[in-house]
């Protein structure tokens, strides 16, 4: 891959266990900046736990994991995020009661520059960055098309502009890399293709590097450049989508399984 491009996130023999169960083994993954790579694999695979290795929600029992080279095994969670790591869930996480426009903003404020004083005070500082917070979130939010749903209590979209709304929010906070969790779970199949779409947009117009998980294989095939195939904790295949598709290892782990 891209040798003069940076490496964003690598995974060098990463792994976690539960109990006897090995969830993730010897993990070895490298993406590079603004690549758009899915991360395939049947049901139970161990897709989500990768993510919660990368994210730091589980301490990883061996093995390593870098952004741009710097070490994130001893960061929290937040930490991680302060350095450029953010996702979204399989299962909607929003803050249901904030409106649209208000989610958004909270993730943006991770970055804000004022200091708690200031954000007390309500000095001049504070009034021009929730301005420039404001401007940004609704930014975002038109990419989406969900700027039009600014004022709407985020529990009352519809079920595909809540999974819309995860990633905006997710861009907010200034990424390095997004780490998208099924995002067109429970989509219908038009849904489904605009958010494959949009996905492929953010990714050139925020400059981002996405990992997509997705258990669905057509599906990752027409955006993704590179696709890595999990089975059973442990990487089976990688490389375009057409190599994936056509190997022997893959197409057996998803044979009977009616997803492939
Ligand atoms: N916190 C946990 N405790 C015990 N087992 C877990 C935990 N998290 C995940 N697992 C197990 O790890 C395996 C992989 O799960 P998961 O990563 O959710 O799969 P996928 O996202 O590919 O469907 C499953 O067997 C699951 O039951
Ligand atoms: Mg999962």
């Known amino acids: 891959m891209s040798k003069n ?11 976690i266990s539960f109990g006897g169960l090995q ?3 010897d993990l070895n993954i490298k993406i590079y900046e603004k690549e758009l790579v899915g991360l395939i694999g049947p049901n139970g695979a161990g897709k989500t736990t990768v993510f919660n290795l990368i994210t730091g929600v589980y301490k990883a029992t061996g093995g390593s994991i870098y952004l741009c080279g710097e070490s994130m095994l001893n960061k929290l969670t937040h930490e991680r995020v302060g350095k450029g790591i953010t996702r979204t869930f399989q299962n909607i996480r929003l803050f249901k009661n904030l409106t649209v426009l208000e989610n958004v903003k909270v993730a943006c404020n991770i970055n804000m520059k004022y200091s708690m004083l ?6 001049p500082k504070y009034w021009k960055e929730e301005k420039e917070i404001e401007i940004k979130a609704l930014e975002i ?17 519809p079920y595909g ?3 819309k709304l995860e990633i905006a929010r997710a861009l907010a906070s200034n990424p390095k890399l997004i ?12 849904e489904t293709q605009e ?13 981002v590097t996405i990992l997509l998980i997705e258990h669905d294989m ?3 095939m027409g955006i993704c450049e590179r696709i890595y195939v999990l089975n059973y904790g442990q990487l089976i295949a990688s490389g375009t989508p057409k190599e994936v598709a056509h190997n022997e290892k893959v197409v057996t782990a998803y044979l009977g399984t009616g997803e492939i």
Do not use: H, W
């Not at 200031?118 to 000095?123: K, N």
């Not at 990419?143 to 600014?150: M, P």
């Not at 958010?195 to 400059?207: A, G």
């Open 195 to 207: 958010l494959m779409d949009t996905i492929s947009i953010i990714r050139d117009k925020f400059n």
């Open 118 to 123: 200031t954000g007390i005070l309500r000095l």
């Open 218 to 220: 057509k599906l990752v």
């Open 179 to 190: 780490l998208l969790d099924e995002p067109a779970a429970g989509m219908n199949p038009t």
């Open 141 to 157: 939010l038109k990419v989406f098309g969900l700027d039009t749903y600014a004022e709407y209590q985020a529990c009352n979209l």
């Open 161 to 163: 502009k809540q999974r």
């Open 5 to 15: 491009k940076e490496l964003v996130l690598e995974t060098k023999d990463l792994e």
């Open 23 to 25: 969830a993730v083994k």
